[in-house]
């Protein structure tokens, strides 16, 4: 498989969140506040969260962050939570906007936001059964961008003694006992996510396994 470029990442993040407005629009409301992967967070919190870049201006995201302190964790725990009350239809309107697909995060690039929309999509579709794959070249993306020592620092996920074995594209990493389970759910484990029972296959499941609530 080629290396994607620019643009192709660009377009990737493009269909990443259309197909996540298309699950959003037709999600009853009661699914709205069911718990997604993220711990502490519904599944309105998280998409609150994923389209807060189309909906803040840069001054008044200035702004937030200067409330928090400079704390981004506390500024985007908050605003995700008083967001959250905000119509569907606003979180849908964001996520097919221009402003949203084409922001990039500080210092991540396109394959930042490439990550942050499908990695947040997941939280909310893993939950509630809503079972889609990611085209291999973005879960791909992902893949790279999550192992890279900095984002294994930033999560925190201890992966002592595993080796990750993806069994739908071909992809591992690390060394030790095998962990298999589809490249996306992997994907998800990197980044901290602790996933339903009988998606991942292998003696250290237990560690990762578990959702959040």
Known sequence: MAPATGADVRE????????????????????????????????????????????????????????????????????????????????????????????????????GALIHTVIHGLDVRTPLGLGRRIPEDRVRIVLAGVTKPGSLRYFGVDLTGVELRADDIGWSHGSGAPLSGAAQDLALLLCGRRLPAGRLRGEPSDRFTGTAG
Not at 60 to 76: K, L
Not at 81 to 98: E, K, Q, S, T, Y
């Open 12 to 111: 990737a993040v493009t269909a990443e969140c259309r197909a996540l407005a298309d699950v959003l629009s037709d999600l009853p409301p009661p699914a709205w506040d069911a718990p997604s992967l993220c711990a502490g967070w519904r599944v309105r919190e998280v998409i609150a969260h994923v389209t807060m870049p189309g909906r803040y201006s840069a001054p008044r995201f200035i702004a937030e962050i200067a409330r928090s302190r400079g704390n981004f964790h506390r500024m985007a725990d908050r605003c995700a939570r008083r967001d959250a009350a905000r119509p569907a239809d606003d979180f849908v309107a964001a996520l097919r906007g221009p402003r949203l697909q084409a922001w990039k995060p500080p210092g991540g690039g396109h394959e």
